[in-house]
């Protein structure tokens, strides 16, 4: 293990592609090096997780919120335990995109981890096609984010127009102080270059991004982890915070659901984001739907089948329970 550990944030808005560049970056791990990712979602059924698991890196979530309000001891021992059992030569961190990630950079710099992580480039994930989006450009934690990245790169040139990469890099290259690197990619392709250089401290000037409060709900007594799932082979998870609420599903495996409807149910208009680990007609799937665009993929099966769908406008639980428990396609 490296002494101290090259640690890099990889920040992003909702729906960006943190979990896709994290994947893309673990291909170019040295073979000789043990790499370790520590991965907090917003919902708390924990599929980034699951979809990072088995890509040659030692995975441990911080599940149930953004990882900013648990950036104290549930962020500590998480942290602890995954340096303590990977001994990893490289950590990545990919919070919440819900969450600030000053509280996070302030954490890891204290003098509790001052021999332990060297803080190495925070990169920041941004889709130029929401810079027309005055929610965006005036969310806190997007500026946030913004802010601290010491290389803002624009994902999914490839679903962009001509125009809208050009707007990306004249916002980018106007931000003071300026960053460090400013790129444009598709499919989450990071260069691994990016991740050296010493992390620039900048003054964060964002409302509420040092301190702010939230609450958050949870359909039982505690948020649940891996394999937390009862004897009945169902669990419904409800929580909310930073304006959103997630519905999320834990489903054991002998439940298999019709694929196509349920990309259907994933598409519905009132998520903001939907996505899936699930055992389906057609094998394991990993289903991602972002602003309605739905992507699948063959994944590795899983202990069991974890759902999410994230929204800005309430969400009606029992309903969205009953509609999912109709897409279990018949033995």
Known sequence: ???????NLILGFLGVGKT????????????NETWAVLVNEFGAVGIDGALLGGQGAVVREVPGGCMCCVAGLPMQIGLNRLIHEAQPDRLLI?????GHPTQIIDTLTSEHYAEVIRMEAVIGLVDPRRLDEPRVMANEQF????????????????????????????????LQPAKRIVAVTEQGRLQPGWL??????RRVEVPGSHAHVHLHEHAGNDVPIAGDVPESGWRLVRHSGQGHVSIGWLVGCDYTFDDRALQNFACDSRFRRFKAVVRTRVGWQAI???DGV?????????ACSRLEAISERPLLS?????????LVAEA
């Open 1 to 7: 293990m490296k002494q101290p550990i090259p640690t």
């Open 20 to 31: 896709t560049a994290i994947l893309d970056l673990l291909k170019h791990k040295p073979d």
């Open 94 to 98: 990919e919070p919440t995109g819900l």
């Open 143 to 174: 500026q946030d984010q913004v802010a601290t990245a010491d290389v803002l790169v624009a994902n999914k040139a490839d679903v962009c127009s001509a125009s809208e990469r050009q707007r990306f890099m004249a916002w980018a290259e106007a």
């Open 196 to 201: 050296d250089g010493p992390h620039q401290a």
């Open 288 to 290: 991602n739907v972002v």
């Open 294 to 302: 739905v992507s699948s993929r063959a994944v590795m099966a899983q």
């Open 318 to 326: 029992s309903a969205l329970d009953g509609e999912l428990r109709s």
